[in-house]
């Protein structure tokens, strides 16, 4: 049965294992192909070299005919001239004018019925039924008047309609200021199949309608109590009939700029486009790149196959560089290739430049002092260590070099980006990055403006590179703040700022632990101070192993007084309790350390040394009792569930916890009493296997245990004998 068991277990393993390296060659093949499609096309980098402002070195002839290309900026500024110059669309809709029309005739129906019905045709009925029409009472009881005489009300009627239909003709808007354009501008009303261009301000909207509607009823009547009656109805039916057609109008604008042309002229062959000695200029530039693109498709053209090469190619040099990548994290970083979510931290990281290399070098417009590996590199060094930012960093500027066909750019790219790494490398606390937001932009200043120089750029060529790279300097170090929270928290990393935060005394956790449990917190402290400076001596995380031994006990809050460094009246309760309950108590303290944990939410890496610290160990003292009583005694309820300790700090605390409490125990600290107990607690766990899934070494071991036994005697010294006043003696201490 139990061979079965370890069967499935290793099973289950080797599927683990096959798993997580299927989602690393399946994320490899993902990176490659991006940084694939990332390289331009259509691109022979033979002038990449050539930069505005340079003198150039050499004389370039046409070699045949080709147009000359319009730069990315000069396409956009054509395109939005071209949306800009297409008139707002307005469409008439007839149905507005058929409906007033209507409700207009329903109008004067229901005044013709309601002054017949004698005495309830009064004007507050009226009024009433036609409440939605809001007319004054002088316009009702004239309307009452003349519908008793249908012959008058009929011509009143026919009047109001014939001018209400000529406004409908003509259309009306509701507001002009709606199209936010200007008066003399063009707009386009589409009536029907038929489509008119005229200025905006020959058309009327419902403020000019009402004035036309006053004037055009003069001149139909002459009587002012019925131009009253007359405006008051008419008005009451003007609705705006002339739409604005928004989707209309941006196919319109989409159209015109798709129909903006990609060239701005020809060059035949033979025509000097350079020479040499001679300085460059933006109109050189643009011909030049016109050339470069001409003659990569005409080598597509004359050699088919290349199309199908060139990707492979590409393919390879990504794959190279990420093999040489994955490769140092394999062989000096396993920790961090063993976790595939980190792989797609550095993966992200390492889309930053690449993504804004390519799109620099695909639509132009941004200066390659802009490309972001500063950023990628501090991020890296923050979140995982310095010698993997490093690295990060010359792949990133290698492949940046590629992606632009410019190799100057790589050397801007590695240096920054290495500067970045160096000043970050200790950072503590997020103020630090103070100091990046002024040494770094001084930094990219200094190296973009050596650039420039040795290209012997322009003066404008020279400064551009000195914005340029000052602002990068400075964006990075801003960027790498407001991205560090969002990394930690999707990716699970506990940075050193965290962990600082979490290192004060006066977090609550802490604190209450203090009050609640006052010999743990002590105890906390020292065990802190054993693995700070033993992880310092092997080359550990010494913050990360504080922290976590400042925390590692916080379980022991549920019960304090069931534990001996807390119980200081004398009395012991575990006296009173069979050898059974009292493993159960102590063991449960891990349980409950880790809900308080997740209580307050700590970081996984800080959590684990709660369970960790004490492994699958036992407890001696009450299995020793269990096994004196009658009793029936099982190991494994007086076991700790585990795990055993995983990292190098949570195996330091492990050593650090039973060390101290060993130590506690002895009457006399003499050095070499302290030594041998170290060394005794040392020999135990690693003869009780509860070092074998960590990686320390056995000369680790004994830096160890050197760096102990110093704290461990201070913690201990003796105490100075006082006289007192009386002549008899005290100790103080």
Known sequence: MQKTKFGQTQRHRNWERKGRMAVRIGLGLFVVGLLTWLFPTRKTQEFSDLKEGMISDREVIAPFDFPIRKSAAELTRDREDARNRVPPVLRYDKTVKERALADLDSLFADVIRTAKSGALGTPEAFRAKNRARKLYEPTVRFLLRIGAKRHEAGIFADVCKKILGELYDVGMLQDKKDLKIEPESMVTIVKETRETQLPLSEVMDRTQAKEVLSKRIRQEMSDEEEISACYEVAASFLSPNLMYDGAETQRRKREAANRVGLYKGMIYKNYRILDSHEQITPEQMDILHSLDRAIAEKKLEEQSWLRYLLPL????????????????????????????????????????????????????????????????????????????????????????????????VVLIAFLCGAVAVYIVRHIRHRHQFYRAMVLLPLYYALITAATELLRLGKLDGLQEGLLWGAVNGFTSSVLTIGLLPVFETVFGITTNLTLLELSDLNRPLLRELALRAPGTHHHTIVVGTLAETASEAIGANPLLARVGAYYHDIGKMAKPEYFVENQTSGRNPHDRLTPTMSALIVLSHVKEGLEMAERHGLPPAVADFIPQHHGTALTPF?????????????????????????????????LADSAEAAVRSLEERTPSRVKGMVQSVIQGKLKEGQLDDCDLTFHDLSRIEQSFIPILLGVGHARVTYPQETGKKRKMG
């Not at 190279?320 to 000096?332: C, K, Q, S």
């Not at 920790?335 to 550095?346: A, E, P, R, T």
């Not at 299995?623 to 009793?631: I, N």
């Open 313 to 408: 190619d590409r393919a390879l040099i990504s794959a190279a560089l990420l093999a040489l990548l994955i490769g140092y994290l394999y062989a000096f970083r396993r920790s961090i290739y063993d976790k595939n979510g980190l792989l797609v931290l550095l993966s992200i990281l390492l889309f930053f430049p690449t993504s804004m290399a390519s799109y620099a070098t695909r639509h132009g417009g941004i200066s390659e002092f802009l490309i972001p590996v500063a950023l990628s590199a501090m991020l890296a060094t923050v979140l995982l260590d310095a010698e993997v930012a490093l690295m990060l960093t010359m792949v990133s500027a290698l492949l940046v070099g590629a992606i632009s066909g410019y190799f100057g």
């Open 622 to 654: 009450f299995y020793h009792r269990a096994l004196e009583g009658d009793e029936r005694v099982e190991e494994a309820s007086f076991r700790y569930p585990g795990p055993r300790p995983k990292t190098k700090e949570t195996a330091i605390v492990m």
